[in-house]
């Protein structure tokens, strides 16, 4: 092998390093509903801390904000003690230089009914479990939920099960508890099953993403290979090397 192969090997791995070096925004509790007045926590799970990863979101009121204008920063996670109907948008991490994370929508609502839904994708196959709660009375009440404006079912607990997720259950969810009030809609996202990480991407993904991500898994793997590859190359040069000295040695 010579050098310009090698240092093709490189490239691609650093290549590699580069795309899969990416945060993860996380909320807790884990929903994408809150009541005004509950303590919501966001934070940044990022692979590579030196990379200076910002929390910021758009909403009515602000753009691109980052943490310190709207919570409380410590480190890579931020949080809002009493959130506001006005705090509701799309929140994200990004980097310096460019990449951003998963978007997640947060909804606030000051009225007395939410829809409890996941905050990040749901993989495809998976069951998913939504819950209709008031902020005061136990989440025990009959709710109806509605899929696209549609009703979808009835349940006297107020969950609502979907089973075996498909692409075909992304949509707009909302729930009503009969004298209690309507919930906000929450959209659903379903992801292929094959991608375990949000795809890598430097522009907000179009809502439809779906054609991209069989292509992000094939890159990954691809690049992967290309990681082994790598390794196997440096430890067999190493070898080389040590083999080289020690006979150097004996001479
Ligand atoms: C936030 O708002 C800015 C300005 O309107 C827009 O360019 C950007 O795409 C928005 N980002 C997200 C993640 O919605
Ligand atoms: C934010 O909340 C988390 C979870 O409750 C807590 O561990 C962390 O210390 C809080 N950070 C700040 C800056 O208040
Ligand atoms: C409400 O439902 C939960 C399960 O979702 C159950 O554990 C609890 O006992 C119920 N509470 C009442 C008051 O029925
Ligand atoms: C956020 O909500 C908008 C509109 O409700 C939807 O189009 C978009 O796909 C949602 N984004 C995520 C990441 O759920």
Redesign the pocket.
């Known amino acids: 092998m010579d050098d310009a192969s090698l240092l093709f090997l490189l490239f691609m791995a650093s290549m590699l390093y580069w795309t899969t070096n990416q945060a993860r925004l996380t909320v807790?509790p884990s929903r994408s509903q809150a009541f005004e007045g509950d303590?919501v926590?966001l934070?940044c799970e990022e692979d590579d801390s030196s990379a200076g990863w910002t929390l910021r979101r758009n909403t009515s009121i602000d753009t691109r904000a980052e943490c310190e204008e709207w919570?409380?920063?410590?480190?890579s996670?931020?949080?809002i003690?009493y959130i506001d109907p006005l705090d509701s948008g799309v929140y994200w991490c990004e980097s310096r230089e460019g990449p951003i994370s998963n978007l997640v929508n947060l909804t606030v609502t000051g009225g007395s009914v939410i829809l409890q839904s996941p905050v990040l994708p749901v993989m495809e196959g998976d069951d998913v479990t939504l819950l209709c709660k008031t902020k005061t009375t136990p989440s025990n009440l009959t709710a109806i939920f509605f899929k696209d404006g549609v009703f979808t079912g009835k349940d006297s607990t107020g969950h609502m099960t979907i089973q075996h997720v498909s692409r075909s259950d992304e949509g707009l969810y909302k729930c009503d508890i009969s004298g209690h009030g309507e919930s906000p809609s929450s959209w659903i996202t379903v992801t292929d099953k094959h991608t375990t990480t949000p795809p890598p991407t430097s522009t907000p993904p179009p809502a439809s993403s779906a054609g991209s991500s069989p292509l992000v898994s094939v890159l990954l793997t691809a690049g992967t290979v290309c990681v082994v590859l790598v390794v196997m190359l440096l430890v067999v040069l190493v070898e080389r090397h040590v083999e080289s000295k020690l006979k150097g040695a004996r001479l």
Request: glycine share 16%; charged share 10%; net charge negative.
């Open positions: 807790s303590f926590s934070s919570g409380v920063a410590d480190g996670s931020c949080n003690s």
